[in-house]
């Protein structure tokens, strides 16, 4: 059994030992308060509740306690054993009153079961605690003997490739010796030889120098050229960059002149709908649909409110409003497509 098993079977025992623990506690609030509260002065009956309440905090302290002793491994002495038979006994006795004094013994049987099932599950819940704690420490014992027996092997293995290494080392030394010498030797051979190699290359570099002293003149010659050839360019692309600018200059300002009397043109052709929507007046009857779309068109065009285009169109401001709002749609999205 793994360490992961261990704990998984240590959380299933938790959990159910809460389970019956909560449910034992429910079970005698509600049998053992009939029982408080028949044998309790009527002014005080309200406290009824609070001695089944005091025992069920016994109950979770000495097993919540007892559980955390058993998974540390430790014992609590007697104190604990004589807490935990003392509250058993105690919600057994609450538990199974009523029925005992009214002589029934099917109710003391049944009233018997939770108190019952809650000291044997303590007893019980210790003992396998204790055990999962044993099962823990062997397991934490067998881990920590196979790491021990793992480093032992690893510092061995280690070990053994240090004495191959050095042993490597040596036999690499010995070949380096060797291998200086030889490459010692054939030093010497090749210095001589670049000795007489770098007395013929000097005469050769020297024959080099001269013509590459009469090819750099020529190149100066043509590089002098070229850079005369570029300047002249250059000037020329100025003077079109510089034509070409106030070219776009001039066309940038016509179009700024232009589209200022399209805007004027535009300002006067809505005063004159605004102002001709205004001088109409509101109809005597509601105009047809059709017509009264062109109507509000014209006058949302025209910056007319909403309130006064209803006026004029004769239908309400609800539907006016709902074609303004179409309207403005339509040049949003007019908008989002030109960008």
């Known amino acids: 059994m793994n360490r992961v098993q261990i704990r998984s079977s240590e959380r299933a025992l938790s959990v159910g030992t809460w389970l019956i623990v909560g449910g034992a506690m429910l079970y005698s609030v509600l049998t053992v308060t009939p029982l408080m509260a028949a044998h309790t002065p009527a002014e005080w009956r309200w406290t009824a509740p609070i001695l089944p309440l005091v025992v069920d905090a016994a109950v979770v302290i000495v097993v919540r306690l007892d559980s955390v002793l058993a998974r540390l491994g430790g014992h609590g002495g007697a104190w604990p054993v004589a807490l935990r038979w003392m509250t058993g006994a105690m919600t057994l006795a609450l538990n199974i009153g009523v029925s005992a004094l009214a002589g029934d013994l099917v109710g003391v049987a049944v009233h018997a079961v939770a108190p019952l099932l809650l000291i044997v599950t303590a007893e019980a819940g210790l003992a396998y605690r ?52 030889h490459e010692a030797a054939l030093a010497r051979e090749a210095a001589e030889r670049q000795d007489r190699i770098r007395r013929e290359e000097q005469a050769r570099l020297e024959e080099a120098e001269r013509a590459e002293r009469e090819a750099a003149e020529r190149r100066e010659q043509i590089r002098e050229q070229q850079q005369a050839e570029r300047e002249r360019l250059e000037r020329e692309a100025a003077q079109q960059r510089e034509l070409e ?95």
């Open 130 to 181: 204790r055990a999962l704690t044993a099962a823990v420490l062997a397991v934490d014992s067998r881990e920590r003997a196979e790491e021990d027996d793992r480093e032992r092997k690893a510092a061995e293995r280690d070990l053994n490739r240090l004495r191959a290494a050095r042993e490597q080392r040596e036999h690499e030394a010995a070949l380096a010796r060797e291998q200086r010498d």
């Open 245 to 339: 600018a106030r070219q776009r200059a001039e066309r940038e300002r016509q179009d700024r002149a232009e589209q200022a009397e399209r805007e004027r043109r535009e300002q006067e052709r809505i005063e004159r709908e605004r102002a001709a929507l205004l001088a109409a007046g509101p109809p005597p009857e509601k105009l047809p649909e059709e017509q009264a779309r062109v109507t509000v068109q014209a006058a949302f065009a025209a910056g007319v409110p909403v309130r006064v285009a209803a006026e004029l169109s004769g239908w309400s401001v609800g539907w006016a409003s709902a074609r303004y709002q179409e309207h403005r749609d339509a040049l949003a999205t007019a908008a989002a497509l030109g960008r």
